[in-house]
Nanobody
Framework: QVQLVESGGGLVQAGGSLRLSCAGSGRTFSSYNMAWFHQAPGKERSFVAAISPSGARTYYGGSTKGRFTISRDNARSTAYLQMNNLEPEDTAVYYC?????????????????WGQGTQVTVSS
């Protein structure tokens, strides 16, 4: 089992950057696939990015358009989402999630553990 805590959200102007962090507890963090999802008001939770347990493989949803980068530091049990050139449409609560099994899954139902979320607001 792993517990996840996100941080790094906030208010930023369009064109700005934020780096989200997801700190995991437990000694098995390095065995999990990690992912980021976001959920805007009135919308479903949608896939942003995922990374394999070793960090060798990364996957991105279409909304990132090459602006976001997912990474992880297993020695620190932490996953990251670097977000550049932010747009107002990126405004949402961002959640990190962990799963075991096939890496790169995009359906929230495939993830077993979730953080509480961190709010990202991009002003125009």
């Amino acid at each position: 089992q792993v517990q996840l805590v996100e941080s790094g959200g906030g208010l930023v102007q369009a064109g700005g950057s934020l780096r989200l962090s997801c700190a995991g507890s437990g000694r098995t963090f390095s065995s999990y696939n990690m992912a980021w999802f976001h959920q805007a008001p009135g919308k479903e939770r949608s896939f942003v990015a995922a990374i394999s347990p070793s960090g060798a493989r990364t996957y991105y949803g279409g909304s990132t358009k090459g602006r976001f980068t997912i990474s992880r530091d297993n020695a620190r049990s932490t996953a990251y989402l670097q977000m550049n050139n932010l747009e107002p449409e990126d405004t949402a609560v961002y959640y990190c999630a962990a799963s075991y099994g096939v890496p790169g899954q995009t359906d929230p139902a495939d993830y077993h553990y979730w953080g509480q979320g961190t709010q990202v607001t991009v002003s125009s």
